[in-house]
């Protein structure tokens, strides 16, 4: 996409409830000599709307009631049009209104979704080694464009290293000068980003304040497939701009040997770990690396040990359908939420010297000393066609568990693996799907791994539980993605 839109045109424009209606071109070759289209006659009967959420800028020009018809103005319009991809357009319309600050007008109506001030104040991170070193002329091509039409205020920052974005986020001194931090990136800038904040001094301020959300340009992007419903870091970009805050939950993460983690995606142990992090060797396959890892162990049958103990929110399928229709909404960013305090970061659960609550389940032994996969998540997607917590809600207070054990047969476990796109996994014979508030997971093998936000964690006792909408995000419809749960239940 160019930084330089394109055609110039002139035409007559109404503003009405959902856009500017425009009036086919207005006497187009003598009204401006700039902007001379072909044809000069003036169409009146041919109509079209920029909607409101498709207009990033909107600038009174000094030309304006140059006609001497008082009243009339001319208003440039930068905007996005949208044929197979989104094209930037600009475009000079003649209204007729006596508003002082028309500009402004339209401005907060295109705007009037979010409740983020705009312009906003941005810090882009950047990996410049997310998917696969693609990441940087992804954000320059296509997301970068549409923030300059925007006339956003941006800073942009490399990562240098490993861990560079939690240094970055937790030190800098002017951090609530911005409105909103851009993960252009994969997952795992967002897990350094949000980890960063809770190292702070100021967490409670941060939080409150701060949005964090993600440009896609890493190889797992299930932040913005999740909460904006795209791949493609242009319309994500154009989200980040346009679409509503959302407070959503946040997973924190105790273990023996490091301080307290959060998270804002997932935790799995077992197969599933082992098909991601167990296979970094196998880099050179590229995105095939993850399949050709879980089919390997699921042909041996796997299985991973461990002791767990949670703390069940909605254990069975019924319950948890129950939970979900309780709890589902069509827009979470209309939902009140207590602010964010330091009370907002205590943790509930016992120390890992003490035992787990008498209230939380420890799980039979049949399960957990055959367990194959355990996954648990707060959002729907985790990566590109794998839905694989269908019913993952943004502010339930719970993780969605999934939990299956090697006494299924082959066929059963690679058929659940084959529904993960649809979400159907979830409804096989077999399957533990549960809501739940916390857990403490012990593995009973010596070696192996735990991957939290697809990052890999020590491999030791992990206790989770859920920290209440903490994070501030943005949502392209104020809710998740679409995942079809519970109708095909
Ligand atoms: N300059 C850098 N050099 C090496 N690693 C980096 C650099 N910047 C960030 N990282 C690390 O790269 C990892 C992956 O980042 P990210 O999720 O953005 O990309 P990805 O392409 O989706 O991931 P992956 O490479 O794991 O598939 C993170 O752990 C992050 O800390």
């Known amino acids: 996409m160019s930084d330089k839109p394109l055609l110039q045109t002139l035409s007559r424009a109404i503003i009405t409830q959902s856009g500017i209606q425009l009036s086919g071109n207005w006497h187009e070759s003598n009204y401006h000599p700039l902007f001379c289209c072909s044809g000069s006659s003036s169409d009146s009967s041919i109509h079209r709307t920029i909607p409101y959420h498709d207009i990033l800028f909107a600038e009174e020009l000094d030309s304006s009631a140059s006609d001497g018809d008082f009243g009339t103005r001319e208003i440039e319009l930068t905007y996005v049009a949208r044929n197979n991809k989104i094209d930037l357009k600009k475009e000079i ?9 028309l500009s402004q007008t339209i401005l907060q109506k295109a705007y009037g979704q979010t409740d983020r001030t705009h312009p906003q104040r941005i810090l882009v991170l950047i990996n410049p080694h997310g998917g696969k070193g693609k990441a940087l002329r992804l954000f320059e091509d296509k997301a970068e464009p549409i923030l300059n039409a925007a006339q956003c205020e941006y800073e942009v920052c490399t990562t240098l290293k490993h861990q560079h974005a939690t240094e970055l986020i937790r030190t800098r001194k002017d951090i609530l000068d911005f409105d909103t931090i851009v993960c252009a990136s994969g997952d795992g800038i967002p897990h350094e980003v949000i980890n960063g904040l809770y190292q ?137 939420h207590l602010p964010i305090t330091d009370q907002s970061f205590e943790l509930k659960s016992p120390s890992l010297e003490n035992p787990p609550p008498t209230d939380w389940e420890r799980l039979d032994s049949q399960i957990t000393d055959n367990l194959s996969i355990f996954y648990v998540g707060k959002m729907p997607i985790v990566s590109a066609d794998t839905n694989f917590f269908p019913a993952a809600i943004p502010d339930d207070g719970c993780m969605d568990l999934v939990i299956t054990d090697n006494r299924s047969s082959v066929l059963d476990t690679a058929n659940l693996l084959l529904q993960v796109d649809k979400g159907t996994h979830v409804l096989q014979k077999d399957v533990i799907h549960s809501k739940v508030k916390a857990f403490r ?37 104020g809710t998740y993605a679409e995942t079809g749960f519970p109708s095909y239940s």
Request: hydrophobic content about 35%; charged content about 20%.
């Open 93 to 101: 319309v003649i209204v007729t209104d006596y508003e002082p600050n």
């Open 200 to 336: 702070r001094d100021d967490r409670a301020e941060c939080f409150e304040h701060l949005t964090v959300t993600q440009i896609p340009c890493g190889s797992g992007n299930a932040m913005s497939l999740s909460c904006l419903d795209t791949n493609d870091p242009a319309e994500a970009a154009l989200s980040v701009l346009k679409a509503p805050s959302v407070r959503i939950d946040l997973m924190a993460i105790t273990q023996p040997s490091q301080s307290v983690r959060l998270s804002f995606l997932s935790l799995t142990y077992g197969m599933i770990a082992d098909g991601d992090i167990g296979t970094e060797w196998l880099r050179f396959l590229g995105p095939f690396r993850f399949e050709v890892g879980i089919v390997t162990k699921l042909l041996q049958n796997a299985k991973y040990p461990c002791d767990l103990s949670v703390d069940f929110c909605a254990k069975d399928h019924q319950l948890l359908s129950q939970h979900y229709c309780d709890n589902i909404k069509s827009d979470y960013s209309k939902t009140q």
């Open 441 to 477: 997971l012990t593995p009973r093998i010596p070696k192996g791994y735990i991957s939290v936000d697809g990052e890999s964690f020590p491999f030791e006792t992990t206790q989770v539980e859920v920290l209440p909408t903490l994070l501030k995000t943005v949502m392209k419809e």
